[in-house]
């Protein structure tokens, strides 16, 4: 099978890569604007197209036409920038995506489109799994921009959806609940505001004596997947078309379900476990609006439900503090210290201050 990935170079992608060339006999073509992550790639299968999919519009549709099936994980993913630069945000995980939607309806191919599990929005007291089909998508008010990124990953798979029954597009839809392993995005400075993940923060925290910031108290709860299963979710999914023909999929681990407080105490231990000393780091409550900006809003209580995946066979394997402790090793396997981070783990979060 001919795969083309857009986003090969981020965190999923390129992960996700590796373990369908080690997993598979696909052909994997690749587009990003960054190939750091994936320099340790070098795979007579895999062919990276540097570029992004923004100006090289006739390449990616001669590679449309190429593919059996595009796996779409292009997005801004940072609270951050949801606030600060909510147009850029619009434009990159909507209009951009519908263009490529457009081209595989030309070429009647298969998409994988990666949406996101803030498409449920806010958990307004509910303690139930989110259900793909059946839980309703509740955003906050307009003023609350937290919720453009959703409202965009909500609007993309509506007319995905759409076309499926108007066009007979083939399509799976995927959300994912808070992937986490090797080469997770990038850390940032002792102290730094805004930012991607909660890991990124926590991570520098303990590598530098930074406060570990609880935005909101740290009381909004989470579930975490270790990012070897959701590859093996995903390569499911690919390999399985018919079971999987406009279905939305949530990729998740709900037994890894913790709160951030819970999640700073929980990788304080690892810390102090892996080093055999313990970090200097303190937690810190901050306000979600100190933090992000205005305008942020959060959702307090996100676990999905995967009935629909485990009925094609699939079952999350690795446990919360086995997931935390693989990806703070791989970190600590390489550094000593922040500073020596590759390029690519030390970008700047978006400052508020």
């Known amino acids: ?103 595989c309806i030309k070429h009647r191919k298969r998409l994988v489109q990666f949406s996101t599990s803030e498409v449920y929005g806010l958990s307004e007291g509910r303690r139930k799994p989110f259900s793909e089909d059946e839980t309703n998508l509740v955003m906050g008010p307009v003023k609350k921009q937290r919720w453009i990124y959703a409202s965009a990953k909500e609007l993309l798979e509506r007319i995905i959806y759409a076309h499926g029954q108007q066009d007979g597009l083939d399509f799976t839809i995927i959300r994912p609940f808070n992937f986490v392993g090797p080469k997770f995005d990038y850390l940032v400075g002792p102290g730094a ?78 810390y102090r476990e892996l080093t055999g000393k313990s970090s200097e780091a303190k937690l810190v409550d901050i306000a979600g609006t100190s933090f992000y900006g205005e305008g942020y809003e959060d ?19 690795i446990n919360l503090r086995d997931t935390f402790r693989s990806t703070m090793a791989w970190y600590l396997d390489r550094i000593d210290s922040a500073d020596e981070l590759p390029s690519y783990l030390r970008a700047e979060a978006v400052s508020l201050a």
């Not at 052909?27 to 999919?53: M, S």
């Open 193 to 270: 505001l805004g930012g991607p993940r909660v890991f990124s923060h926590f991570m520098s925290a303990l590598l530098t004596g930074g406060p570990m910031q609880l935005v909101d108290g740290g009381h909004a709860h989470r579930s975490y997947t270790h990012i070897d299963d959701a590859s093996r979710a995903i390569q499911l999914i690919i390999d399985r078309p018919s079971a999987c023909h406009q279905e939305i999929l949530n990729i998740g681990s709900p037994q890894n379900g913790a709160t951030v407080r819970e999640l700073a105490h929980l990788m304080l231990d690892l």
């Open 299 to 317: 959702c307090d209580w996100r676990i999905p439900d995967i009935r629909k995946l485990e009925a094609l066979g699939w079952q999350p394997r």
């Open 1 to 103: 099978m001919n795969i083309l990935m857009l986003g090969v170079g981020g965190f999923i992608g390129s992960n996700l890569a590796a373990h369908l060339l080690a997993n598979s006999d696909h052909v994997i073509a690749g587009i990003d604007d960054n190939d750091e992550k994936i320099a340790d790639i070098q795979h007579e299968r895999f062919t990276f197209i540097p570029g992004d999919v923004r100006r090289i519009g006739d390449k990616v549709d001669d590679l449309v036409r190429w593919a059996d099936v595009v796996v779409d994980l292009i997005a801004y993913a940072n609270p951050s920038i949801y606030i600060t630069r909510p147009l850029d945000v619009v434009n990159l995980n909507l209009f951009q995506n519908l263009e490529l939607i457009d081209r």
